[in-house]
């Protein structure tokens, strides 16, 4: 690899971890781009299947909901994108009654753990607890939400970040590893072959 890519993804790296600190710190205007990007999100997936419904209309005569579908999905985005404010205000609750349903979901299955045998079964019924938990005490307190969110979207920002170095750090490893391989291959082919015999 370059030299100038191995600086550009360190670089990188650097502005990763720099915008996930941020986002931990701001987390108000963490909520607001995600409510954005999930805007632009929207907007380009009704755009991807208008072009779909477009090339298959012909084939398909009955394609009229996905046809509407498109639409919905371009003007919420249209709307998520040029007033992203109240998507922000609904996201802790939206995120609150995800973690609920997750954790609910995660306890009920742990008894089906239990009956095909796995004797562990409990600790997946209390971290489903917890997260239904969790999840209750986000929605009584969204203020709760909103950080969690941050810091849930600043430390994959983060991890992706040290991710680039650590790519880094490996590739160096390999190379060193092939030059370490292709110095010992010249030294066996330098070898006076009338000397062996």
């Known amino acids: 690899m370059k030299t100038s890519t191995k600086v550009w993804m360190c670089l990188a790296g650097v502005a990763l971890v720099a915008l ?21 999100l929207f907007f380009m997936g009704g755009c991807t299947e208008m072009a779909t419904w477009a090339a298959t209309r012909r084939f398909m005569p ?55 045998g796995f004797r562990r ?21 969204p203020n709760v939400s909103v950080e969690t969110i941050a810091w849930i979207v600043g430390l994959g920002i983060i991890l992706d970040g040290i991710g680039n170095w650590v790519k880094v750090f490996i590739v ?17 082919t330098d070898i006076d072959w009338e000397d062996v015999k």
Request: proline content about 4%; overall charge positive.
């Open 121 to 141: 079964w409990w600790i997946v019924c209390c971290f489903g607890v917890l997260a239904a938990c969790f999840g209750c005490y986000c929605l009584v307190n």
């Open 172 to 188: 160096n490893k390999v190379e060193n590893r092939f030059v370490r391989l292709g110095n010992k291959l010249r030294e066996v």
């Open 62 to 116: 009955r394609s009229g909901l996905m046809f509407l579908s498109a639409l919905l999905q371009i003007g919420l985005g249209i709307v998520m994108v040029l007033h992203p404010v109240p998507l922000m205000v609904a996201m802790p609750f939206i995120f609150a009654f995800w973690l609920m349903f997750e954790g609910i979901n995660l306890a009920i299955s742990s008894f089906d753990f239990k009956q095909v």
């Open 20 to 40: 996930g600190v941020l986002c931990i710190i701001y987390p108000g205007d963490t909520l607001l781009s995600l409510a954005w990007v999930f805007g632009l």
